[in-house]
């Protein structure tokens, strides 16, 4: 069984907005630190941004005042909205979650594609 699936991935223009959803167990959003990496074709895995426990944020340069990172304890799921996306974008995006306790997870991933 999958511990994080993510959801909410697609085409978009350049300019466009795109939700990624993550969702896993009440065990596991609560107890670790909750990120969003990004793969692009030929390129290094990256870590776009993270959400610690205490809702400490912090972003990718290249994605800083365009995406948001959230989670809500309540429903079990972590979201990236993301606005005025770029072509340079376009990745595969994961969910990932860190606990010292539990170990690390990693979704399966979502494509977004930033194309006109």
């Known amino acids: 069984q999958a511990q994080l699936v993510e959801s909410g991935g697609g085409l978009v223009q350049p300019g466009g907005s795109l939700r990624l959803s993550c969702a896993t167990s009440g065990s596991i959003i609560s107890d670790s630190i909750m990120a969003w990496y990004r793969q692009a074709p030929g390129k290094r895995r990256e870590l776009v941004a993270y959400i610690n426990t205490r809702g400490e944020t912090n972003y990718l340069d290249s994605v800083k005042g365009r995406f948001t990172i959230s989670r809500d304890n309540a429903k079990n799921t972590v979201n990236l909205e993301m606005n005025s996306l770029k072509p340079e974008d376009t990745a595969v995006y994961y969910c990932?979650?860190?606990?010292?306790?539990?170990?690390?997870?990693r979704g399966q991933g979502t494509q977004v594609i930033v194309s006109s």
């Open positions: 990932n979650a860190e606990s010292l306790r539990l170990g690390e997870f």
